[in-house]
């Protein structure tokens, strides 16, 4: 008979299937930030929907290599030398495609720019799933604790 704890691999395909859809549009909203600001520096007042539509489509697919491929470096324990790889490394892809598709008219610039906020943000995404796992090991350790005293108190 199958263990009902263990989670099924549908659920393990599911649950890094959320955590992509989650990054992606994470890295999609904070990206789309910079692009904006970026514009209106420029006195322009709307954004290319070619420009976001290219930017959601990167982010998806640099999602999928983060997580199946490149240890999903963002959600690691410590930063180390292969977190900073993968880091640097969507980082020149994420530029690339900015300076190809002409997010920011090809200025090196501002291209350089980009590439510092996004290494900012893999750095703060880090931070944040790093400390989120600190609350939920607290959160279960309380959970246990309070099982363990009304489970003891039913005996």
């Known amino acids: 008979m199958k263990d009902k704890k263990k989670l099924s691999l549908w659920e393990l395909y599911l649950t890094k299937e959320i955590g992509i859809e989650f990054k992606s549009c ?4 904070a990206f ?7 514009r209106v520096c420029l006195g322009i007042y709307d954004a290319s929907i070619l420009h976001m539509t290219e930017l ?5 697919i640099i999602g999928y290599i983060q997580v199946y491929f490149l240890w999903n470096f963002d959600e690691a324990d410590k930063l180390g030398l292969k977190e900073a ?4 490394g969507c980082t020149a892809v994420y530029c690339i495609i900015s300076y190809v598709f002409n997010w920011f008219a090809k200025d090196l610039l501002v291209t350089l720019l980009f590439a510092a906020y996004i290494l ?3 750095f703060c995404v880090y931070l944040i799933y ?12 309380e959970d246990l ?3 363990q005293t009304s489970h003891q108190k039913s005996e």
Do not use: E, P, T
Not at 56 to 60: L, M
């Open 120 to 122: 900012l943000v893999y």
């Open 56 to 60: 959601i489509f990167a982010c998806y």
């Open 26 to 29: 994470l890295y999609f909203f």
């Open 145 to 147: 604790k309070f099982f």
């Open 85 to 88: 790889f993968g880091m640097i």
């Open 130 to 141: 790093k400390y989120k796992r600190k609350i939920d090991d607290k959160k279960l350790n």
């Open 32 to 38: 789309l930030f910079f692009y904006c600001v970026y």
